[in-house]
């Protein structure tokens, strides 16, 4: 008997791993395909983003969103819109691996500290918690990485009238790394890093806010508005339901909302960190024909000391106006970019998730 029980246990537990391991999956890959999809249509307005960033007030090229596109079009033609896509595809895919991978290591992690510093042995992971895993997976990822990003951002300013072309991913890794050493692979890692820790932060800081006022707001004025029905709700489990269903039906539209205001207000006050951390890529980069220039000049050398120095020099040389150059960009990007990461999510959900199910099924979990 205890020989049975035992392995009902082990079969218990043997469904409910797989039932983790497949539900941690099955939100990952819809959402990796649709960030590649909705990048690779917004790749044209992320180029010339990345362009209007790096290049100088004194030799400007690109003129705004409309002209920018033009000129890309008129000199390099319908490939120079989406050069560097092919790389930043990579990275996506690279940083999502490496975020799913790590993610397990990092709740442990913190979970274990949290355990430590609380003296609760038993304590299990908050949603808060999850958070700050999730932000560290994402670093770590996003570290692991940072060499795609940085030959990315250079095979994107890249142009046809360049002395020296990188030939692609593998050939402008390889060529940075004989040239420059392993420590050119990571120029610009501490200003990019250090935008990202406060845009999630703030983010986070933001949206939470905006959402306890709004939760508190809209219960409060659905109770006051059926003040007279409250005794029958409270005695109807299916007015209940209705209660909540119409709850849900007013906040979710204030809460998008209130995501985007977050998500612009945190962007708003990090974008300075992308435009340095882009400038800090082209640093020992000779050969370069659309970049920013150290000196002012149109001819002089790109030096930058690190993240202070490169601050200091962009907005001396260029005006505090430097540090928000391609904003607008940034801004339209969005569109299309979320527009397509949706509708790609929604059909490719639907899809993985019937396979899924099959396959939970198969194990013999409900």
Not at 67 to 83: A, D, N, P, S, V
Not at 153 to 168: D, F, I, M, N
Not at 330 to 349: C, R
Request: glycine share 8%; charged share 20%; hydrophobic share 40%.
């Amino acid at each position: 008997m205890a020989s049975e029980e035992k392995k009902k246990n082990v079969g218990r537990e043997t469904r409910t791993k797989s039932t983790v391991r497949i539900e941690g999956v099955k939100p990952n890959v819809p959402s990796v395909l649709a960030n590649v999809v909705g990048s690779t249509a917004a790749a044209p307005l992320e180029r010339l983003k990345i362009l209007l960033q790096v290049q100088s007030s004194h030799n400007i090229k690109y003129k705004g969103t409309i002209e920018g596109l033009k000129y890309i079009w008129r000199t390099e033609g319908f490939r120079g819109l989406f050069k560097g896509n092919g790389t930043n595809v990579a990275r996506l895919i690279s940083v999502n691996a490496v975020k799913f991978l790590s993610y397990d290591q990092a709740s442990r992690g913190i979970l274990w500290f949290h355990r430590q510093q609380s003296g609760n042995e038993d304590a299990k992971l908050t949603p808060e918690l999850c958070v700050d895993a999730g932000s560290c997976s994402g670093i770590i990822a996003m570290s692991a990485t940072y060499p795609l990003d940085m030959v990315r951002g250079r095979l994107t300013v890249q142009t046809e009238k360049s002395p020296y072309q990188y030939r692609g991913m593998f050939h402008a890794l390889s060529t940075v790394l004989r040239e420059e050493g392993p420590r050119a692979l990571y120029k610009g890692w501490l200003p990019s890093t250090i935008g990202v820790v406060i845009c999630m932060g703030l983010y986070s800081t933001v949206y939470e806010s905006l959402r306890a006022r709004l939760v508190k707001a809209t219960l409060q004025r659905l109770i006051e508005a059926k003040e007279s029905e409250l005794v029958d709700i409270s005695k109807s489990r299916a007015k209940q339901l209705e209660f909540v269903k119409e709850s849900k039906l007013i906040l979710e539209p204030r809460l998008v909302i209130a995501a985007a205001f977050a998500a612009c207000t945190a962007q708003i006050a990090t974008y300075p960190f992308e435009v340095i951390h882009r400038r800090m890529q082209m640093v020992g980069w000779k050969n370069a024909s659309s970049i920013v220039t150290g000196g002012g000049g149109s001819k002089a050398t790109l030096e930058y000391t690190g993240m202070v120095d490169a601050f200091r020099k962009t907005v001396r040389n260029e005006g505090f106006g430097a540090l928000y150059k391609g904003w607008v960009t940034n801004l339209v990007k969005l569109g299309p970019l979320g527009l397509f990461a949706i509708l790609t999510e929604k059909v490719l959900k639907d899809v993985v998730g019937v396979e899924l199910n099959i396959k939970t099924n198969a194990t013999g979990t409900p």
